[in-house]
């Protein structure tokens, strides 16, 4: 992964040859060293002392640093929230030779298909529910690297379901190999933090609190470690589903999604290991939009025509709201901002829904026709950024729903969807 880095610096070291060889071929050196040996030496002090307080009055007249509201230090390197802040260059140092220790993921992007079971009991119950926090290095796309910051190694971390009135006996602890302190915050919890004031854990160390289910949702959870937004867009963020005491309709397939950005120094598609921006997390340009923490590479969602189909839809944020769908489905129903509850509403037949950041949604629909169904954030730019994901539908053709009115040997190429292009 730094095979990038080392080709770019070689680069740079040719072009820097060539120049000095020229500047000394072409004599300009000599020139040069001729200049300051013809005046003297004090003159030369004063001239070089003027020109840097000129430079340095000019950058000093032209930065402002207000004191409430300019980006802490510690958001301007790849390594950040030490505690004290540390400088870019320290924070980068550590990074380099400490980051070595961190776990290479394969595939960090969670699996749409790992959804915990319906739970079918009655009563309410104490569960006891644990994750990890470790920073790990892992592909967003081929030869794509970057530093994720998850929960249990994925992003979006495992997602997980409880009933409403459970009691939860969670654990935190943060990976011995983590360079930064990391908490949780349940949006499911009621109390302070979430639970984020009671699981602040530095590396090595185990916090664990306990909190009752008091209403039901499907709710975000994520780090809330300062400076939150730089844990967040570093992947730190998940799904805890709180079904309600009646439970959720039977559906043959359930699925997990949710949303997150990646702010990194290379531009969309720089190989190599790379750095965060932390300028562009403060404009809310990411270089990534992703379903599930990475670009899709297979299809991994499948399903079968007369299927009833649920996806739990987050969006870890920080900046974007989701306008999320489906090409080529209408949700049959929509738990609007994943809101339950007898008196809430439940939309029918949408084509859109708002999924906003640390918030929700969940999407029911049949799957009536075979064919891949991209699911995408329809600000549809976000797809060239990676915020797709494809449902694959075997099964028949249902030609009284959908069918083409050529020969479908004889369609021309560009007539296929695009979004099929796999
Ligand atoms: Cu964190």
């Not at 140092?93 to 980051?99: A, D, H, Q, V």
């Not at 949408?350 to 999924?355: A, G, I, K, L, S």
């Not at 009284?400 to 296929?416: A, R, W």
Request: aromatic share 10%; with cysteine.
């Amino acid at each position: 992964m730094y095979k990038y880095l080392i080709i770019e610096g070689l680069g740079w070291l040719f072009i820097i040859i060539v120049i000095v060889i020229v500047a000394l071929k072409s004599g300009l050196v000599n020139k040069l060293l001729k200049f300051f040996k013809r005046k003297k030496v004090f003159k030369t002090i004063a001239v070089l002392g003027v020109l840097v307080l000129g430079v340095g009055m000019v950058l000093y007249g032209r930065t402002s640093y207000p004191v409430h509201f300019a980006m802490p230090a510690t958001m301007h390197s790849v390594a950040s929230d030490h505690n004290p802040p540390s400088l870019p260059l320290l924070s980068l140092w550590r990074f380099l030779t400490e980051s070595r220790k961190f776990e290479f993921v394969k595939d960090v992007g969670a699996d749409p298909n790992k959804v915990p079971s319906p739970i079918n009991r009655t009563e309410p119950k104490t569960v006891e529910l644990a994750l990890t926090t470790k920073e790990v290095i892992a592909e967003v796309a081929d030869g794509i690297y970057n530093n994720y910051w998850t929960f249990d190694g994925q992003a979006p971390g495992p997602m997980l379901r409880i009933r409403e009135g459970d009691t939860v006996n969670f654990t935190l602890t943060n990976d011995n190999s983590s360079l930064h302190n990391h908490n949780i915050d349940f949006h499911a919890t009621t109390g302070p933090g979430g639970g984020a004031s009671v699981t602040n854990v530095k590396p090595g160390e185990s916090r664990s609190f306990s909190w009752k289910s008091l209403a039901p949702g499907l709710y975000i959870y994520h780090c809330a470690t300062s400076n939150v937004s730089v844990h967040n867009s570093h992947g730190q963020y998940g799904l805890i589903l709180v079904e309600p005491k009646e439970g959720l309709s039977k559906v043959d397939k359930e699925f997990y999604l949710v949303q997150g950005e990646l702010y990194t120094q290379g531009g969309i598609g720089k190989k190599g290991l790379q750095a965060f921006d932390p300028q562009a997390l403060l404009d809310g340009i990411p270089t990534y939009v992703t379903f599930n923490g990475k670009i899709e590479t297979v299809p991994r969602m499948k399903a079968k025509v007369g299927d009833s189909v649920r996806i739990y839809v987050g969006n870890g944020g920080v900046n974007l709201v989701s306008s999320f769908h489906v090409i080529g489905e209408i949700f049959d129903k929509v738990y609007p901002e994943a809101a339950m509850g007898p008196e809430s509403a439940i939309l029918q037949n949408v084509q859109t829904t708002t999924v906003l950041p640390g918030g929700a949604s969940i999407v029911e629909f049949k799957v009536d026709v075979p064919g891949k169904y991209t699911i995408v954030d329809h600000a549809l730019a976000r797809m060239n950024k990676g915020a797709w994901a494809v449902l694959e539908v075997e099964g028949d053709d249902q030609p009284d729903i959908y069918k083409s009115k050529e020969d479908s040997n004889n369609q021309p190429k560009h007539k296929i969807d695009a979004h099929e292009g796999y």
